[in-house]
T-cell receptor, first 116, second 116 residues
Framework: AQSVTQLGSHVSVSEGALVLLRCNYS??????LFWYVQYPNQGLQLLLK??????LVKGINGFEAEFKKSETSFHLTKPSAHMSDAAEYFC??????????????FGKGTLLTVNP | NAGVMQNPRHLVRRRGQEARLRCSPM?????VYWYRQLPEEGLKFMVY????????ESGMPKERFSAEFPKEGPSILRIQQVVRGDSAAYFC??????????????FGAGTRLSVL
């Protein structure tokens, strides 16, 4: 079974600083990888996805992630943090769920705090 | 994503009562997934349904939990004889069912179940 590890359950940055949220996965087949964001008391919103096209993926709100097969990583970055980026971020991998069907396996999440 | 509708948003039950959580997928989506989010943890897959069929229920507890997605109407996650450990946020997601591996799932805002 696939698994996802997010290093650091809590990351704190200053406004304007670089954001780096780490995600490593284990997969026996080429993975499809996702980053979702969850604002307080809300559902998950898709930030970006990797589906075996370009290894550098750009998403919404200025976020991007780079797929590195040799490191089995899919870290999320943003050059300059904004206060509105404060939220919880989840990395996920698509995993077979019987036949040709798939389901998502999530990491435990990283809570991003942005300080003024 | 506002397109996936879950209700109620908050549900309070006493131990031993039944909880029924509803999910209406986005228009045109025939695949529904249920996930549970316990405090301090990421989302855990519970069950994957298509219309009138359970495809994968490998994440469902063996007892007291059931799910359905009838031909007409919303998907229902049912928890019988709730216990305090069932307190969690339950999220529903839907996908259109094509290109399943890339499996972009759209999430509802969740139902937060509190068991007293």
């Amino acid at each position: 079974a696939q698994s996802v590890t997010q290093l650091g359950s809590h990351v704190s940055v200053s406004e304007g600083a670089l954001v780096l949220l780490r995600c490593n996965y284990s997969s026996s087949v080429p993975p499809y990888l996702f980053w979702y964001v969850q604002y307080p008391n809300q559902g998950l919103q898709l930030l970006l996805k990797y589906t075996s096209a370009a290894t550098l993926v750009k998403g919404i709100n200025g976020f991007e992630a780079e797929f590195k097969k040799s490191e089995t990583s899919f870290h999320l970055t943003k050059p300059s943090a904004h206060m509105s980026d404060a939220a919880e971020y989840f990395c996920a991998v698509s995993e077979k769920s019987g036949g040709s069907n798939y389901k998502l396996t999530f990491g435990k999440g990283t809570l991003l705090t942005v300080n003024p | 994503n506002a397109g996936v509708m879950q209700n109620p948003r908050h549900l309070v039950r006493r131990r031993g009562q039944e909880a029924r959580l509803r999910c209406s997928p986005m228009k045109g989506h025939s695949h529904v997934y249920w996930y549970r989010q316990l405090p301090e943890e990421g989302l855990k897959f519970m069950v994957y349904l298509q219309k009138e069929n359970i495809i994968d229920e490998s994440g469902m507890p063996k007892e007291r939990f059931s799910a359905e997605f009838p031909k007409e109407g919303p998907s229902i996650l049912r928890i019988q004889q709730v216990v305090r450990g069932d307190s969690a946020a339950y999220f529903c997601a839907s996908s259109p069912g094509w290109d399943l591996a890339k499996n972009i799932q759209y999430f509802g805002a969740g139902t937060r179940l509190s068991v007293l």
